[in-house]
């Protein structure tokens, strides 16, 4: 919950957004809307807040907070960049100083990819995201504080945040996009937050290997139609080739469906190939071109 004159709004904002539009690509499942504000001084492009609101909501961070933004707010090209972010952009909220924006948090990151003068710790994302998450559980509310575009966070600015997060990029091109940089630290948040950082939103198919009289088939039947085609040419050296060729064949632990498959393409292969080692269809095309040429 926000104190001070806005946080009514905001919440009401958002509990009416989240009821009437959930946005996303599942309108089925619940929508996260919480987490640290997000703040971004004086954003140069509607396209570029658009971009940070779909971000966030990739991420279920919901506050925005714009610090006199160049372009007037609503804004139509945020809407479109924001790609159905709607309950970000509509609970959006424009400040005229820095100071308002961050009048009711309790600790607040700044980003920046230059050296600064001064005495702020300095974090990477992980470690920043960590400290934020275990703050908001404590029921503080946390920020994370961008700069503009061009030039990024000044002096002053980031002397009303209590630490510098910095990411680890490369040394000689360390420019983001504001939208990138949110999306970095909106994924440290939600990362922050799992119990386990390996854990998928969904699950693959759970593959159960054939029995083994399945595979023994498939080796029966690979085998006879290799035989059949003399790829065995050497006698002496036919159970060596044998043993790798089940070997390779083993070790993928195919299941029904899959062995299934690799017999019907034997079949298939086996039924256009005569035991001569010939295609069929090179035979039938022989007979048609001799018929052609006698008259028949």
Known sequence: MFVGASSTRFTVGLEATKSALMAGTDKDRQMIADG??????????GENIGMVARAMANFGLVDLRLVKPRESWPNEKAQSAAANAHHVIAATRVFATLEEALTDLKFCYATTARVRDGFKPVRGPVEAASTLRVRHGKGQTVGILFGREKSGLKNEEVDLADEIVTFPVNPAYASLNIAQAVLLMSYEWMKSGMDDVDQTAFDGPEIVPAGKDMLFGLFSQLEKALEARKYFRSANKKPRMISNLRAVLTRPGFSNDEIDVLRGVIR?????????????????????????????
Request: charged share 35%; hydrophobic share 35%.
């Open 36 to 45: 640290p504000a997000i703040i971004l001084v004086e954003p140069q492009l």
């Open 268 to 296: 298939s292969l086996d039924g256009f190939m005569r035991a001569d080692g010939k295609m069929r269809a090179t035979e039938r095309k022989a007979d048609s071109d001799d018929e052609n040429a006698t008259g028949r």
